[in-house]
């Protein structure tokens, strides 16, 4: 199982950006799946929506977002203390 999951990582970050994007968008979305059908509305959801999205375009405007990726101020309150 640990090099099972070892080798998933490595594969995961081998893939291209644009790879990534596709398959966090896929993965997201079908998570759910399992919740609408416990809440009977699995067949009123439209379950091709992840694999369509690259021919509608979707991909081409998430992928030049660039995230800083980078570690809260620690200067800053990360959360708005309470009143």
């Known amino acids: 199982m640990r090099a099972a999951q070892a ?14 994007i596709r398959c966090v968008a896929y993965v997201y979305f079908t998570f759910l799946r399992p919740f ?6 699995a067949d009123e959801l439209d379950w091709a929506v992840p694999l369509e999205t690259k021919a509608r375009g979707l991909y081409d405007l998430l992928e ?6 980078a570690p809260p ?5 990360y959360y708005l203390p309470f009143p």
């Open 7 to 20: 080798q998933h990582y490595r594969n995961i970050a081998a893939m291209s950006r644009a790879e990534k």
């Open 36 to 41: 609408a059908e416990a809440a009977g509305v």
């Open 64 to 69: 030049p977002i660039e995230g800083a990726n």
């Open 73 to 77: 101020d620690p200067d800053e309150d």
